[in-house]
């Protein structure tokens, strides 16, 4: 079963305008990580946020994370049409043996 | 880093046929995952090694699925009485064993399985 879920399931932007994900989950963990996934292809890790930490930056990507509320945004600034691609969260949850649990995915559209 | 490979990247079979899937980990890994990813929906968990030992299996992975990982090197995962319900991307990842957590997990592109 998943164990989280992303908000919103589907997203379409403008090529330049900036894409925001959400994603909640259930229990405690150790670390939450956002994966990217190009049609037909596989998960490219694209950043992970340890539990002790709120925020965390790589390039045009931004993540925070909210242990108390569950919650875990992603931010992509200035998009491009390149990033049109689902998006996952997915959490190494403490009392797991470091398997991922993955949420449903946010399918991002950039229009050129 | 060659990164992780999956063979065959497609599979269309009978139902009720056997098919095995091979995935190469990235060769200082000695961490290996199968997940199942169906269509809209995110990986879900099959299985795990830790080299060669197989430390956990998910309530998904019925009697009809085996995987090995017979000298901590690559992995092969196979479905016995193929169903229409196997049909979906089958996706291996592998990590290192640095420390016990926050390690990210590199995946492979995938064999997709569709069964007729």
């Known amino acids: 079963s998943q164990q989280g879920e992303e908000d919103p399931q589907a997203l379409s932007i403008q090529e330049g305008e900036n894409a925001t994900m959400n994603c909640s989950y259930k229990?405690?963990?150790?670390?939450l990580q956002w994966y990217r996934q190009n049609s037909g292809r596989g998960l490219v890790h694209l950043i992970l946020?340890?539990?002790?930490?709120r925020e965390k930056h790589s390039g045009r990507l931004r993540v925070t994370l909210d242990t108390s509320k569950k919650s875990s945004s992603l931010l992509i600034t200035a998009s491009r049409a390149a990033d049109t691609a689902s998006y996952f969260c997915?959490?190494?949850?403490?009392?797991?043996?470091?398997?991922?649990?993955f949420g449903s995915g946010t399918r991002l559209l950039v229009r050129p | 880093d060659t990164g992780v490979s999956q063979n065959p990247r497609h599979k269309i079979t009978k139902r009720g046929q056997n098919v095995t899937f091979r995935c190469d980990p990235i060769?200082?890994?000695?961490?290996l995952y199968w997940y199942r990813q169906t269509l809209g929906q995110g990986p879900e968990f099959l299985t795990y090694?830790?080299?060669?030992?197989?430390?956990?299996k998910s309530r998904l992975l019925s009697d009809r699925f085996s995987a090995e990982r017979p000298k901590g090197s690559f992995s092969t995962l196979e479905i016995q009485r193929t169903e229409q319900g196997d049909s979906a991307m089958y996706l291996c990842?592998?990590?290192?064993?640095?420390?016990?957590?926050?390690?990210?997990?590199?995946f492979g592109d995938g064999t997709r399985l569709s069964i007729l």
């Open positions: 229990t405690s963990i150790n670390n």
């Open positions: 090694f830790q080299n060669e030992a197989q430390l956990e």
């Open positions: 060769s200082e890994h000695n961490r």
């Open positions: 990842a592998s990590s290192p064993e640095r420390v016990r957590h926050n390690q990210p997990q590199h």
């Open positions: 997915a959490t190494d949850r403490v009392d797991s043996s470091y398997k991922l649990i």
């Open positions: 946020i340890r539990s002790n930490e």
